[in-house]
């Protein structure tokens, strides 16, 4: 069974609804296209969790662009 996002029921109609503009003149139709809409967004959407190694690692190498660049123009 897939879990999603513990987020109540507003959080979850206002993401799926997001970015569609006025939604006081939704259809039924329109609603119901958005929330199946969302809910293959929720499906085929794959967290990426990362270690905290990783992270440091992003962010140092983010600190040091200047080489990080230089090293890459090298290999070539």
Do not use: C
């Not at 206002?14 to 809910?39: H, N, P």
Request: glycine content about 8%; charged content about 35%.
């Amino acid at each position: 069974m897939k879990t999603y996002p513990d987020y109540n029921l507003g959080k979850h109609l206002s993401t799926a609804l997001d970015g569609y503009g006025d939604i006081w003149g939704l259809t039924d139709k329109e609603f119901v296209f958005l929330l199946g809409k969302y809910k293959t967004r929720m499906e085929l959407d794959i967290p990426h969790i990362a270690d905290n190694d990783e992270l440091d690692q992003i962010v140092r190498e983010g600190m040091d662009l200047d080489n990080l660049f230089k090293e890459e123009e090298d290999d070539y």
